[in-house]
């Protein structure tokens, strides 16, 4: 099994930063594909951004292309969302999710998720 927590997020004004965090636990085959996604209210999951834990590859959303950056640390099996230029519409809460194989990494059907941490970005 694997377990995910996440961590880092909060209020923040339009232009800021934040970096939130993914602890991992588990076996690491089960998460060779890690992944943020974000819900706003009232709106559906969508994907942000995601990491493939070997090599480092990355994958963006294009909303978020340029602004955020995804990262992992091998030492503290964590993965990161270092976000920056935040605006109002980044506003959501944020869930770390992992998978096994690839495939459309932008489609939810990850096999482990995180409780999530809200991210509130005020204008």
């Known amino acids: 099994q694997v377990q995910l927590v996440e961590s880092g997020g909060g209020l923040v004004q339009a232009g800021g930063s934040l970096r939130l965090s993914c602890a991992a636990s588990?076996?690491?085959?089960?998460?060779?594909?890690m992944a943020w996604f974000r819900q706003a209210p009232e709106k559906e999951r969508k994907f942000v951004a995601a990491?493939?834990?070997?090599?480092?590859?990355?994958w963006y959303a294009d909303s978020v292309k340029g602004r955020f950056v995804i990262s992992r640390e091998f030492a503290k099996d964590t993965v990161y969302l270092q976000m920056n230029s935040l605006k109002p519409d980044d506003t959501a809460d944020y869930y770390c999710?992992?998978?096994?194989?690839?495939?459309?990494?932008?489609?939810?059907?990850?096999?482990?998720w995180g409780q999530g941490t809200q991210v509130t970005v005020s204008s």
């Open positions: 999710a992992a998978r096994r194989l690839g495939g459309d990494l932008e489609v939810d059907d990850y096999d482990y």
């Open positions: 588990g076996q690491t085959f089960r998460r060779n594909f």
């Open positions: 990491i493939r834990w070997s090599d480092g590859s990355t």
